[in-house]
């Protein structure tokens, strides 16, 4: 059913789009698509797997492998000249995919090649998908912010309200909505965990404040109560993610957002029901004990020293092999098949010890991920396709457009966020769900950019 209701989603897109029905305007594809990746197919990745080798491609990864053929063809179609602003981070992927197959044939020859070919088809997809969505929404008379609107109810309305009511009543929402859901609720050192539609909170959490980032700018330059509202919420569901990265990630996010718009009376108006709501369940969780925010104070327990011992292993592997790494998935094969049943490890599956501690361990940031497995090269065009997107935006110069200027800044908060981020975790950019959503922004960010520079009739 989940599926034929997201088919139904975006078929219809696809029929709008192609009639030239005025219902396009109203972005049923974007909408259909991120409703889709956030709550009919997060959990579906065991409905089929296919095997290159060892390495598995999930049900998601099909699925969104078959969605981009699709639009692709309409794209096509079109007619309409492709926009080079949106191209900006396209050859960059590209350079990355041919030097992790060469990495791939140098380390392993032929054996090397499924372990590539998995690792490019996952980093990929997502961000080809994301450009051909954006490309096919945009249009010369096109409002950006209709693009960005299109992320807050998803991400800044139905799923932060779901992450505060499990975790503040967990038995009525398991209840509600009869899902097995035990692990998702469960107490970690006493602190409870709002469920998470994404699987993970962290992953869940950084979409989140993407998108009270979206309701921000409209509180801001429209002076919108609802959407003071919506950042309310958000912020405040954000206690309920377990996650030191998350609120890093937050707080990171405001200090250049206001620091670049610089609109302090502005900051107090909106400021004020987020310091309320919280405080309240703060105040909540003290007198009940029913819940801890502890856990955010400690800067010394077994998650920070595992990721700084897996980093220093990293560290080792990349210092042994630094321009070619040592081959897609002969170190790390885990951390690609979080969300699937994986092969047994085999021989090949290398164990370096560093001191007592063994570095087949994920490390726990996606920069060392790279530069171990990959190797510098490759690692490094990856990241350039990271950072340009955001270069662009800081060059972006909105002078005498306060919205203008409270997009940019919305956008370079983010994705300055994201890249801190990605040195806690691996895996964020490998999870094609939260990497569509990233992509997402990337390529909005994109597009409300060159239509301030005039580009491409964007």
């Avoid at 179609?77 to 191209?87: E, M, V």
């Avoid at 539609?197 to 801001?220: D, K, M, N, R, Y």
């Avoid at 662009?392 to 919305?410: F, H, K, M, N, T």
Wanted: with cysteine.
């Amino acid at each position: 059913m989940a599926f034929l209701i997201v088919f139904l989603l975006l078929a219809g897109g696809t029929l709008v789009y192609l009639r030239q029905y005025p219902l396009v305007q109203r972005d049923v594809l974007l909408l259909g698509f991120s409703f889709s990746l956030v709550f009919f197919l997060s959990r579906f990745n065991g409905l089929a797997t296919v095997w290159i080798d060892r390495f598995p491609l999930a049900g998601l990864h099909l699925y969104l492998l078959a969605l981009l053929a699709v639009l692709l063809v309409v794209r096509g179609l079109d007619g309409r000249p492709l926009s080079r602003s949106l191209a900006l981070p396209l050859p960059f992927l590209g350079f990355y995919a041919v030097l992790t197959l060469l990495s791939g044939v140098v380390n392993g020859g032929l054996d090397g090649v499924p372990g590539a070919v998995q690792v490019i088809v996952i980093t990929l997809t997502p961000p080809l998908l994301a450009w051909v969505l954006v490309e096919l929404v945009r249009a010369p008379a096109r409002e950006p912010a209709a693009l960005r609107r299109q992320f807050i109810l998803p991400l800044g309305v139905v799923t932060p309200s779901i992450m505060v009511v499990s975790a503040l009543l967990p038995g009525l929402f398991r209840n509600l909505l009869g899902w097995g859901l035990t692990n998702d609720f469960g107490g970690f050192e006493g602190f409870v965990r709002g469920w998470s539609p994404l699987g993970s909170t962290i992953l869940t959490g950084c979409l989140v404040i993407a998108a009270a980032g979206f309701a921000l700018h409209e509180a801001v330059v429209r002076r919108s109560g609802l959407h003071r509202f919506i950042v309310a919420v958000s912020v405040a569901s954000l206690l309920f993610t377990a996650s030191r990265a998350v609120m890093i990630f937050l707080v990171i996010f405001n200090v250049l957002y206001w620091g670049l718009v610089r609109r302090w009376g502005d900051f107090r108006r909106v400021a004020g029901l987020p310091a309320v709501i919280l405080l309240v369940i703060v105040g909540w969780s003290v007198v009940t004990g029913q819940v801890s925010f502890g856990r955010f104070l400690k800067t010394a327990d077994q998650s920070t020293s595992r990721r700084a011992e897996s980093a220093l292993a990293a560290i080792e592997l990349g210092r042994e092999r630094p321009l070619v790494g040592h081959g897609p998935g002969r170190v790390y094969t885990e951390i690609r098949t979080t969300w699937v049943k994986a092969s047994p490890l085999d021989a090949r599956i290398m164990e370096k010890p560093i001191g007592m501690h063994i570095s087949a361990m994920e490390p726990h940031n996606m920069y060392l991920w790279l530069w171990a497995e990959h190797g510098l090269l490759a690692g490094a065009a990856f990241v350039l396709a990271l950072v340009a997107p955001l270069v662009s935006l800081w060059r972006l110069d909105p002078r005498g457009d306060p919205e203008a200027a409270s997009a940019r800044a919305v956008y370079v908060a983010l994705l300055a966020g994201f890249l801190v981020v990605f040195l806690t975790s691996s895996w964020l950019l490998l999870t094609p769900q939260f990497a569509c959503f990233y992509w997402l922004f990337v390529f909005t960010g994109l597009h409300a950019a060159a239509r301030v520079r005039g580009e491409d009739g964007a």
